[in-house]
């Protein structure tokens, strides 16, 4: 299958400091990658859909000042988080897709995941 | 809008029995199915997708799709402790790679030994 690589896995920041997380496709293009946020003991939500070469589109609720997306290249997503604050602790998790034509199945390949604490 | 119901749980089953995973869609035209499985800190990894009715079999792992009840469900044959997890059921939004995935917000599977 398809790898999705993410780092760093963990990141400890100061309050109002900025955190970038980046989101790496190893094996194949990705034209689009997806932006995920969890809570402990709560579901996936998602965050934003990452498009290469033109502006993000952000969930409902998401401010996209605060979170920055950059998907410069076909491998390639950041997730920025501007101005961390405690309540922006959370486990970011990016993924994509290889959709569902020619015979592909269309799951989603996940990164490890970015465990952030602000304190 | 796409929903994708799934009773949070947890549910608790002894160890060496059969857990079944239950899962609702709302879009009569959604065509393929996805059970991942979430161990506690980590992402979430895929253990089987669906596209046809009836039952699919991989392992100790069983889908079960029926379209027309617009259910998807999960069977775990001789559950062992490992399998304590929260699974999550998805599907497509759409056909291209820019389509999102609709999860559902996941149950809560404990394997009691």
């Known amino acids: 299958g398809a790898v999705v690589s993410q780092h760093p896995s963990w990141v400890i920041c100061k309050s109002g400091t900025s955190v970038k997380i980046e989101c790496r496709s190893l094996d194949f293009q990705a034209t689009t990658m997806f932006w995920y946020r969890q809570f402990p003991k709560q579901s996936l939500m998602l965050m934003a859909t990452?498009?290469?070469?033109?502006?993000?589109?952000?969930e409902q609720g998401v401010e996209k000042d605060k979170f920055l997306i950059n998907h410069a290249s076909l491998t390639l997503s950041t997730l920025t988080v501007t101005s961390a604050h405690p309540e922006d602790s959370s486990f970011y998790i990016c993924s994509a897709s290889l959709g569902l034509a020619g015979g592909v199945t269309g799951e989603l390949f996940f990164g490890e995941g970015s465990r952030l604490t602000v304190l | 809008q796409k929903e994708v119901e799934q009773n949070s749980g947890p549910l608790s089953v002894p160890e060496g029995a059969i857990a079944s995973l239950n899962c609702t869609y709302s879009?009569?035209?959604?065509?393929?199915f996805f059970w991942y499985r979430q161990y506690s800190g980590k992402s979430p990894e895929l253990i089987m997708f669906i596209y046809s009715n009836g039952d699919k079999e991989d392992g100790r792992f069983t889908a079960q799709l029926n379209k027309a009840s617009q259910y998807v469900s999960l069977l775990i044959r001789d559950s062992q402790p490992s399998d304590s997890a929260t699974y999550l059921c998805?599907?497509?939004?759409?056909?291209?790679?820019?389509?999102?995935?609709?999860f559902g917000s996941g149950t809560r599977l404990s394997i009691r030994p």
């Open positions: 998805a599907v497509p939004g759409g056909y291209s790679s820019a389509s999102k995935i609709i």
């Open positions: 879009d009569r035209g959604s065509q393929s």
């Open positions: 990452s498009n290469e070469g033109s502006k993000a589109t952000y």
